[in-house]
């Protein structure tokens, strides 16, 4: 890869200078608050701004990822060599009509996002209230709760692909699934998405919200860092025991930890950073949640939580945990 002095004063030749950031600590970008350095941060103000960068990193070949608001990465201790492209304020325009139908740029904080289109009075999303990231990770993602994902009212979404080129994808091509879409595994930043909402009534939304948010304050670590459940629910598992945080506190793993990485005492799907983790006790600490669940059960929970490499190779946490502590 060229030198970051180089790819810098490239990369600001093509964006304002503000929107590029050399040696970033890539803990600060991540509700976990761990990793080590990534050589340039871009946050771009444009759709032109995504298409250009992600058009110089395909043509020099220099690593690029794509980041919201980092509430499902574990970076790694290594940190990474190559360009962090986040999207975030700079994308956060939001349009809805009177018969519901929304657009929004992927920057726009997903709170926000539920708490506009509720205050217009349509529902179909207030599930998303208090999901800390972006609307564009959410997309990614398909977050919401076990039962209903952001992807179920989603009429089309804006990506840019690896050359630069900026396409339209419908609902059926992001094929959504529990917590998984195509865009995870298909090149391309997610820009904007469209949304076609219900009409509703705005006090009704507003009780939803509150009991929603009542129900995660009560729920969920909110002090320490974490990044949301780490685990996704596996069906087999939910018929024999339940949910992964059930199934984690079945095997005696509350309260475990590996150096600064804890399983919550209050809810067990929840790693939490009690000062100075590293990624390296966080995938340690997810080898012997597996390998334990899996002596009680038999069965392999596999993470939501994503972990970027070094390399900028982006995968799932339980898949890095199986390569770095296969004797966990
Ligand atoms: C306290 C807490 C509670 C949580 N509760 C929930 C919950 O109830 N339900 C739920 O579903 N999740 C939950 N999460 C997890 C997380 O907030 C969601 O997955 C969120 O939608 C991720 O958005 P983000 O912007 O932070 O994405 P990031 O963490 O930045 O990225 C996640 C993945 O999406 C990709 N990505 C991000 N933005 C884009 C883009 N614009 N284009 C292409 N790829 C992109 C990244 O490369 C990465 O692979 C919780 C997290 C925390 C910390």
Redesign the pocket.
């Known amino acids: 890869m060229m030198n970051s002095y180089a790819l810098v004063s490239d990369l600001k030749k093509r964006l304002p200078s503000y929107c590029v950031q050399e040696d970033v600590p890539l803990s600060r970008l991540?509700?976990w608050k761990i990793g080590g350095t990534a050589d340039v941060l871009v946050s771009p103000e444009t759709i032109d701004d995504v298409s250009s960068v992600k058009r110089y990193a395909f043509e020099h070949g220099v690593p690029i990822?794509?980041?919201?608001?980092?509430?499902?990465?574990l970076f790694d201790d290594a940190g990474f060599r190559g360009v962090v492209l986040r999207?975030g304020q700079g994308l956060s325009d939001f349009t809805i009509s009177e018969r519901g139908f929304v657009h929004a740029g992927?920057?726009v904080w997903?709170p926000s996002f539920v708490y506009r289109v509720a205050r217009a009075g349509f529902s179909g999303c207030t599930h998303?209230i208090?999901?800390?990231?972006?609307l564009?990770?959410?997309?990614?993602?398909?977050?919401?709760?076990s039962r209903k994902?952001i992807g179920d009212h989603l009429v089309e979404v804006t990506?840019v692909r690896d050359n630069g080129e900026i396409v339209r994808l419908t609902q059926a091509e992001c094929a959504f699934e529990y917590?998984s879409s195509a865009?995870?595994k298909a090149d391309?930043?997610?820009?904007a998405a469209s949304f076609q909402y219900e009409k509703a009534d705005k006090a009704e939304l507003r009780q939803e919200m509150l009991k929603t948010l009542r129900g995660?304050n009560r729920k969920?670590p909110?002090k320490q860092p974490?990044?949301?459940?780490v685990f996704l629910s596996n069906p087999k598992l939910y018929q024999m025991i339940g949910p992964p945080g059930k199934v984690i506190e079945e095997a005696g793993l509350k309260g475990e930890h590996c150096g600064a990485a804890q399983i919550s005492r209050m809810h067990a799907n929840?790693i939490i950073n009690t000062g100075g983790a590293t990624s390296a006790d966080t995938l340690r600490l997810i080898a012997q949640v597996r390998a334990a669940v899996f002596s009680n059960t038999g069965h392999l929970l596999e993470c939501?939580v994503?972990h970027l490499l070094p390399s900028g190779r982006?995968q799932p946490a339980h898949k890095s945990a199986e390569q770095f502590f296969p004797y966990a």
């Open positions: 991540s509700t990822v794509v980041i919201g608001g980092g509430s499902n990465i999207i992927a920057g997903t998303a208090g999901i800390p990231g972006t564009g990770g959410l997309v990614v993602m398909n977050g919401g709760t994902g990506v917590r865009l995870q391309g930043v997610v820009v995660r969920f909110r974490n990044c949301g459940s929840f939501e994503r982006m």
